[in-house]
């Protein structure tokens, strides 16, 4: 009888731009995509994972993209209290092979995002070219700090993103908002005026 035996998994912090979040990146391959949980209920119907996180009292938001999983704490606790907490949660649960995220989130992701989406003529091509610079350009920086930037809408010369993982509520993401997606979009795509930002 053959025993498989399993690769540990090894998983290590690190620092985000945001004070609030912490990077928890692993060797293994988590969720190919991006999966953002604000709260416990998305977190229910989704990702077993976010939901036995939000069952910790200083979880705030779980963030899970790729080999990582960045968490958002509550402002009352400190990282020094929880950080070590919180990896043995995370590598025990991984280490057991449990569900990250359901099947299907993608498919349904991919449907909201339809939903809020009907742009015809020139706005259509715009909007395509207001993608492809967050796709290229945007999404790899803000992912390495365990964040992600999401299209949600452009209207009257105006691009509204969501910040989600790490980046929602972080404290330079403005200045990232402001100063370098604006400016950018600004520069290549002439129809954009200014950039908004929503939380995740």
Known sequence: MSTKTKSPVLL???????????????????????????DAESAEEWSPLAQHLFDLPFVKGVYVCNNFVTVTKEMNYAWEDIMLKLKSILKEYIEEGNTIVKDGYMEAKLE??????EYDGDDAEIV???????NTYVKP?????????????????VVTLVMQGAC??????????????EGMLKRMVPQVKEVKAEMG
């Open 12 to 38: 290590y912090t690190e620092q985000t731009p945001n004070p609030e979040s912490l990077k928890y990146v692993t060797n293994r391959m988590l969720f190919e995509g991006t999966a953002d949980f604000q």
């Open 112 to 117: 909201w995002e339809k939903e809020t989406e």
């Open 128 to 134: 395509v070219k207001i993608k492809e610079m967050l």
């Open 141 to 157: 920086a803000v992912e390495m700090d365990g964040g992600n930037i999401e299209f949600k809408g452009f209207e009257n010369g």
């Open 168 to 181: 929602s509520g972080c404290p330079s993401s403005t200045v990232t908002l402001k100063a370098g997606i």
